[in-house]
């Protein structure tokens, strides 16, 4: 598990030296066989979170807490960063033995994890290309296989997805899922709404330094929403206001709550039914409330 403790970060924004509070007392936890999604808009330090978990930057106050790691070490988390950058000159087998040598693991074990990855995200055909070369989507592959091959319990990610293709953003999304499977645990940023609804667990929205924690699937299963499309026979009923109305029926839009107390009303007042379906909320209607959101003094927790 990876425990966050009042994590909070500022930075001088201007030549004026003010400084912006970037992180404002953040507390996570994050446990291992899940896949935790961070979102938030660009410029609201959700890569600086990122490298104060894994120790490449310092948070002004708070703590990082790795539990379950011999000595508060990383041995078993990996990261990958947004742009990676790696020695031009090499090429993915030397990457990978240089990062195998500083965990002291065989070469034979580093060659065979290599190749697996390599071939599971189609980068095979290119393993003795210089890096020099690789364009982007094949850096962030490199870079997305460099945190796999060394085995890891949980993985931090940040916009793995940026820059791949179709094709290999469905690998990723079966690597998550597998990853998962086995127990490993997942953080990524991502902002990019439709790559990613399907994977969460759990997600966190990063606002004015602030984070909104969202149980996704127990948000939309109790955020059901009912639509019923009515015959004009009559009129409008008192108790409910249709959101929609055309030539020839009305629309009423109602929780799964409401959804029987609609239904008693509108036979009630002898109307007729032609349908009823449901409205499905997304990941982007729960980012849409987020945004909505008044900045206050404390820690908003959203669920649904």
């Known amino acids: 598990m990876i ?9 001088k924004s201007d030549f004026l030296r003010k400084k912006k509070t970037v992180l404002n ?17 660009n410029g609201e330090g959700k890569s600086t979170l990122l490298k104060i978990i894994m120790g490449l930057m310092l948070p002004d ?30 090429c ?3 990457v990978f033995y240089l990062l195998g040598a500083l965990k002291d693991l065989k070469k034979r ?7 697996f990855w390599c071939r599971r995200f189609s980068l095979m055909p290119y393993v003795d290309l210089k890096i020099k070369h690789f364009s982007k989507g094949m850096l962030k592959k490199l870079s997305i296989i460099s945190s796999l091959i060394m085995n890891p319990k949980f993985l931090v990610l ?3 997805f940026s820059g791949l ?27 990019q709404a439709l790559d990613i609804e399907s994977l969460m667990d759990r997600f966190f929205y990063l606002k004015n330094g602030r984070i909104t924690k969202g149980d996704l699937f127990k948000s939309v299963k109790e955020e059901r929403i009912f639509i019923f499309k009515v015959k004009k026979n009559r009129g409008k009923i008192d108790s409910f206001h249709p959101i929609r109305e055309e030539k020839d029926n009305f629309y009423y839009e109602v929780s799964n709550k409401n959804k029987q107390d609609l239904f008693l009303a509108l036979v009630k007042n002898g109307q007729i ?25 404390e820690t908003y927790i959203y669920y649904g």
């Open 273 to 297: 039914i032609e349908e009823i379906f449901e409205k499905r909320k997304k990941l982007v209607d729960f980012i849409s409330c987020f945004e909505k959101v008044e900045k206050n003094d």
């Open 92 to 94: 993915c087998f030397d």
């Open 25 to 41: 007392a953040i507390n996570l936890d994050l446990y291992c066989g899940n896949i935790y999604g961070l979102l938030g808009n």
């Open 165 to 191: 293709d179709f094709s290999s953003k469905e690998i990723l999304k079966s690597v998550f899922i597998d990853f998962k499977k086995k127990g490993g645990g997942i953080l990524f940023t991502s902002h």
């Open 158 to 160: 940040d916009e793995p």
């Open 3 to 11: 425990e966050l403790k009042n994590i909070t970060k500022t930075f």
């Open 109 to 115: 074990t580093i060659r065979e994890r290599g190749i």
């Open 61 to 90: 106050d708070g703590s990082v807490i790795l539990v379950n790691n011999k000595n508060g070490g990383y041995q078993h988390i990996s990261f990958a960063p947004e742009n990676p950058m790696f020695y031009p000159e090499l």
